[in-house]
T-cell receptor, first 111, second 116 residues
Framework: RKEVEQDPGPFNVPEGATVAFNCTYS??????FFWYRQDCRKEPKLLMS???SGNEDGRFTAQLNRASQYISLLIRDSKLSDSATYLC????????????FGAGTRLFVKA | GAVVSQHPSWVICKSGTSVKIECRSL??????MFWYRQFPKQSLMLMAT?????????EQGVEKDKFLINHASLTLSTLTVTSAHPEDSSFYIC????????????FGPGTRLTVT
C-alpha cells in the first residue's frame, strides 16, 4: 500500500463546477499536511496547509480527518486556470524528517 | 515566499557523460536540501536528503555513487549524475528547508535532463 494515496483522475469539469479531491495516508505518526499544485513541466507550488479544524482560502477549502487519516481539498467555482495536478503531501518526523508526495490528481477545467 | 533556484533548467547530454545540477537558496539559509526525481505522469520521488556539511542520506534504491550530492554551504547543494544513461532522463527538482520552519519546503524550478 502506498504511503499517500490519491485518485489519479483525471477530473474533467466545466467552469464554475465544484470539485473535491481525496487523499489517504498510512502513517499515523504524520504531523503536517499540505496540498500542492503542479503545472505541467513545472515545480510543485504550495497551495495550502491542512488543519484538523479545516481551513479556507478563497475558493479552496482543505480538511483533515486524523482519525480516518484522510485529507480533502474542495475547489468551488472552478476556473480554467485551476487546471493542474494537485498533490497531497504528508510530513512525518519519525526517526528523521520525511515528506511523502501523493501521485497527484489531474484536473481539467473546460469552458 | 522564499526563493530557490536551479541551474541549468534543462540539459541534454550523451550517454556516459556526467551532469551537475546546482540548487541555491537565494534569500535564506537552507540547513537541509532535498533532491527529487519525477518521471512523466508520476509523483515526485525523494532521492536523497542533504544537510550542510555532512553526507547525504539516500533513499532505498538510489545509488549514491551514481548520484553524487554535495552540500558544501548553507545556500548551495549540487547533484551530479555520473555516467548518465537514457533511463536517467527525468525531471530533477530540489527543495530547501529553512532551519526555522521544519515542515515547509521551497522548491526550485526543476532541471529537465535528457540523456541521448
Amino acid at each position: 500500500r502506498k504511503e499517500v494515496e490519491q485518485d489519479p483522475g483525471p477530473f474533467n469539469v466545466p467552469e464554475g463546477a465544484t470539485v473535491a479531491f481525496n487523499c489517504t495516508y498510512s502513517n499515523s505518526a504524520s504531523q503536517s499536511f499540505f496540498w500542492y499544485r503542479q503545472d505541467c513541466r513545472k515545480e510543485p507550488k504550495l497551495l495550502m496547509s491542512v488543519y484538523s479544524s479545516g481551513n479556507e482560502d478563497g475558493r479552496f477549502t482543505a480538511q483533515l480527518n486524523r482519525a480516518s487519516q484522510y485529507i480533502s481539498l474542495l475547489i468551488r467555482d472552478s476556473k480554467l486556470s485551476d487546471s493542474a495536478t494537485y498533490l497531497c503531501v504528508v510530513n512525518a518526523n519519525t526517526g528523521g524528517f520525511k515528506t511523502i508526495f501523493g501521485a497527484g490528481t489531474r484536473l481539467f477545467v473546460k469552458a | 515566499g522564499a526563493v530557490v533556484s536551479q541551474h541549468p533548467s534543462w540539459v541534454i547530454c550523451k550517454s556516459g557523460t556526467s551532469v551537475k545540477i546546482e540548487c541555491r537558496s537565494l534569500d535564506f539559509q537552507a540547513t537541509t536540501m532535498f533532491w527529487y526525481r519525477q518521471f512523466p505522469k508520476q509523483s515526485l520521488m525523494l532521492m536523497a536528503t542533504s544537510n550542510e556539511g555532512s553526507k547525504a542520506t539516500y533513499e532505498q534504491g538510489v545509488e549514491k555513487d551514481k548520484f553524487l550530492i554535495n552540500h558544501a554551504s548553507l545556500t548551495l547543494s549540487t547533484l551530479t549524475v555520473t555516467s548518465a544513461h537514457p533511463e536517467d532522463s527525468s525531471f530533477y527538482i530540489c527543495s530547501a528547508r529553512d532551519g526555522t520552519a521544519i515542515y515547509e519546503q521551497y522548491f526550485g524550478p526543476g532541471t529537465r535532463l535528457t540523456v541521448t
